[in-house]
Each structure stands twice: as structure tokens, then as C-alpha cells.
């Protein structure tokens, strides 16, 4: 049974419209990060949530956002996607320190690939 | 700045042989590092991991070495099986806190031919 999974797992949209991508997770892990991963690149980390407190990378564009309503679910808000935003989106999970052994591993969704027209 | 290197974009190997995937990493405050597997069109999943107290961790054929002084990690598959074939990503992070933030290479595209 898939333990992070992503939504919609393929999304297209026109320049400038804005973009919801959704990440729901069985693990009850603290932390979710999101990672932008473009063809024949590293995955990117955008930004992170320890539990409710967000962490922006410094030089994540202030055009994304993310919201953690609660453990399970949390979202990245692609304000006004530009051509340069089109990309495999991967979430992920694992656990913070408080949440027992820290392994070391991110469990990964399977990913939201982003078209913009 | 690429702290995580894999300069190998692909590799090719008979099923039966061995693979060797390396990797590269600048800095020298990394812990703790791990292997992922990537097939099209799904997510990256966990394959083994190494702290740096060790230089070397096995489970089954998959075996990641780990060369600290030359700051260079590899991952042996042994025998290599067509099933192996995907992307493999090499990662680095520090374990000491609360959340991973892993630092990824660009990937080595493994074929394992029959």
C-alpha cells in the first residue's frame, strides 16, 4: 500500500495559472519536504515542515508557497507558473528526532509531473 | 556548487556481472549517506545507507562502500539482474538533526542487459 502518495500524479496548466499539488502520507512522520526535480537534474529541496514549522530554502522563489493543515496532508501552491516551472514535483516524508530513531531515509511519493503551456 | 557528484550519467553491465556506481560529495561535514532507486515514472525509493563511522554496509547483493578521506562512495550490485536496471541517485545529509535535508547527485542511469 502506497504510504505517500501525491496528487495528481500529472498535471498540465497554462502560464500564469495557478497550481495546487497535493501529498497525503500514512506514515504519521513529522517532517514533509518537497523537492523540484527537472529532466537529467538532482531533486531540489523547495522547503521542509517539522511538525507545523516551515522551513523556506533560501533561494526556493517566493513564487511557491505550501500549507500543512494537519500530519497527513500537505500542498505546494505554484503561485503564477512560468515554462521554468515545469517539472517532476516529489514529495516526502520522515521521521524528526522526536519521532524515534532517526534513519536517515525520506520516503518519496511518486511524483506530480508539471506541464506548462 | 554541487556537493553531490555522480559523473557517470549511465552505465551499462550484463546481468550476471557486477555494477559499480560511484559518487562524489564536497563536504566534509556529511554523515550520514544513502542510495536511492528510481524507475520511470515513480519515486525514488530507499535502497541502503551508510553512516560515516562505517566504510562499508552489505544487504544482500547491494553493497555501498565509503571512502571519507577521499570523500567518495560507491555502490556495488552483485550479480547485477535486468530488474536492477533504473536510476540510481546517490545522497548526503547529517544526522544529528531534527529533519533530513539530503543533497542529492543528478543520477546514474544503470541497464542491466540479459
Known amino acids: 500500500d502506497a504510504m505517500v502518495i501525491q496528487n495528481p500524479r500529472y498535471q498540465v496548466t497554462q502560464f500564469g495559472k495557478p497550481v495546487t499539488l497535493s501529498c497525503s502520507q500514512t506514515?504519521?512522520?513529522?517532517?514533509m519536504y518537497w523537492y523540484q526535480q527537472k529532466s537529467s537534474q538532482a531533486p531540489k529541496l523547495l522547503f521542509h515542515?517539522?511538525?507545523?514549522?516551515?522551513?523556506n530554502e533560501a533561494d526556493t522563489p517566493d513564487n511557491f508557497q505550501s500549507r500543512r493543515p494537519n500530519t497527513s496532508f500537505c500542498f505546494l501552491d505554484i503561485r503564477s507558473p512560468g515554462l521554468g516551472d515545469a517539472a517532476m514535483y516529489l514529495c516526502?516524508?520522515?521521521?524528526?528526532?522526536?519521532?524515534?530513531?532517526?534513519?536517515?531515509?525520506?520516503?518519496f511519493g511518486e511524483g506530480s509531473r508539471l506541464t506548462v503551456l | 556548487d554541487q556537493q553531490v557528484k555522480q559523473n557517470s550519467p549511465s552505465l551499462s553491465v550484463q546481468e550476471g556481472r557486477i555494477s559499480i556506481l560511484n559518487c562524489d560529495y564536497t563536504?566534509?561535514?556529511?554523515?550520514?549517506f544513502l542510495w536511492y532507486k528510481k524507475y520511470p515514472a515513480e519515486g525514488p525509493t530507499f535502497l541502503i545507507s551508510?553512516?560515516?563511522?562505517?566504510d562499508k554496509n552489505e544487504d544482500g547483493r547491494f553493497t555501498v562502500f565509503l571512502n571519507k578521506s577521499a570523500k567518495h562512495l560507491s555502490l556495488h550490485i552483485v550479480p547485477s539482474q535486468p530488474g536492477d536496471s533504473a536510476v540510481y541517485f546517490c545522497?548526503?545529509?547529517?544526522?544529528?538533526?531534527?529533519?533530513?535535508?539530503?543533497?542529492f547527485g543528478t543520477g546514474t542511469r544503470l541497464l542491466v542487459s540479459p
Open positions: 516526502a516524508t520522515s521521521r524528526g528526532l522526536a519521532g524515534g530513531l532517526n534513519t536517515g531515509e525520506l520516503f
Open positions: 506514515l504519521n512522520h513529522n517532517v
Open positions: 515542515y517539522y511538525d507545523k514549522d516551515f522551513n
Open positions: 563536504n566534509s561535514m556529511f554523515d550520514y
Open positions: 551508510i553512516s560515516s563511522i562505517k
Open positions: 545522497a548526503a545529509g547529517r544526522l544529528n538533526t531534527g529533519f533530513q535535508k539530503l543533497v
